[in-house]
């Protein structure tokens, strides 16, 4: 049997201070798998450098002439952590047999890799590495992490709790992955839209050992919004929802403003503008709600999402076994 050719791609900005210390915890870990004949000796490191401003760049150079294990791709510029990571798995899907992608700051267990090359040996197309205990992580990103995915849940959007972008891709899901032409990547609610049989590893998630993290409370709200948009046209159907509802409302509010002027509580005026302050606020809100479909349909059609991804294809093959006959 044929070796699988692994790649385990990460990105990098801004990490001279623990890298040195991952490009040799990765090359242990495959050595070792190369060792045990779990995936072929051509398998490799790529490191992606996401436009550092430190000495990030220049040790990937150093090290991918001592080690014939690590390779480097630099980027022009800092295109952020999703981007970085889809230029190394564009990258690595012509000659790669399965892709693992892994921070550079070590929080992810490295012990797990082999897990998920088993598991890749086993059949599955998609191994997703997921922390079970958060206890390293502050309450507050514990709870606002939980929020954030009951919210998705709520909004229909499958999200692998837990699960952030750890984990290991066959070739023919790399493949339909790289069919996604949206250019707002949320990788972690995209991936589970490919299908294939997917299955996850478990790990605790350790503390980052050196270097700060590059996704500070703004850029994670930003992140979390973006996911929830690049999803989901849902907060738009709230808004004509909320427009029917208030055009309902206006019906008491009517009825309570004539009531009102009939006691003779009121100044002149006033029971004419309540009525139609309510009625056209509803209007309004029912009005931008339909807009705002047609826009979400919009939105649906220039993603230009694949449909459907082919497991097992009989028929082509047939015909093909037909015209080799
Ligand atoms: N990263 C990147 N480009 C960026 C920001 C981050 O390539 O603009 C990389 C970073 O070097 C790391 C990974 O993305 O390998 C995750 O970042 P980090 O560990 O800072 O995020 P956290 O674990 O704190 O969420
Ligand atoms: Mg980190």
Redesign the pocket.
Same mark, same amino acid.
């Given at each position: 049997m044929k070796l699988p050719v692994l790649t385990i791609i990460?990105?990098?900005?801004?990490?001279e201070e623990i890298l040195p210390k991952t490009m040799d915890e990765l090359t242990a870990v495959l050595l070792e798998l190369m060792e045990l004949k779990l995936v072929s000796n051509n398998s490799n490191m790529l490191f992606?450098?996401? +436009?550092?401003k430190d000495h990030?760049w220049n040790l990937i150079q150093v090290e991918s002439m001592q080690n014939h294990l690590v390779r480097g791709i630099k980027l022009a510029g800092?295109? +952020?952590?999703q981007? &970085?990571?889809l230029a190394g798995l564009e990258a690595a899907q012509r000659q790669s047999d399965c892709v693992i992608s892994?921070? &550079?700051?070590l929080?992810d267990d490295v012990s797990v890799i082999r897990t998920m090359v088993e598991k890749y040996n086993d059949g599955y197309d998609i191994v997703y590495g997921v922390r079970d205990k958060r206890q390293t992580d502050t309450f507050f990103k514990r709870n606002t992490a939980l929020a954030f995915y009951r919210v998705m849940g709520t909004l229909g959007i499958q999200l692998i709790p837990n699960h952030?972008?750890y984990r290991l891709m066959s070739k023919r899901a790399l493949k339909e992955l790289l069919k996604y032409k949206e250019r707002n990547l949320f990788l972690r609610g995209m991936i589970p839209l490919i299908g294939f049989s997917q299955t996850k590893v478990f790990y605790e998630r350790k503390e980052?050992e050196r +270097?700060?993290?590059?996704?500070p409370l703004k850029?994670?709200l930003s992140f979390a919004f973006d996911g929830i948009t690049s999803f989901s046209v849902a907060p738009i159907r709230f808004v004509t929802y909320l427009g029917f509802i208030t055009l309902l409302v206006s019906i008491l509010a009517g009825g309570y403003a004539l009531l009102q002027k009939w006691l003779g509580n009121t100044q002149s005026g006033w029971t004419s503008i309540m009525i139609s302050l309510w009625i056209i606020g509803g209007l309004q809100l029912i009005g931008i709600g339909v807009v705002g479909e047609y826009i979400g349909k919009i939105f649906k059609e220039v993603k230009r999402r694949p449909i459907y991804a082919i497991d097992v294809d009989h028929y082509s093959e047939n015909l093909e076994d037909e015209e080799a006959d």
């Open positions: 990460v990105p990098c900005y801004n990490e992606v450098d996401d +436009g550092s990030t800092n295109v +952020g952590h981007n &970085a990571l892994i921070d &550079a700051d929080q952030a972008d980052r +270097g700060i993290s590059k996704y850029k994670m």
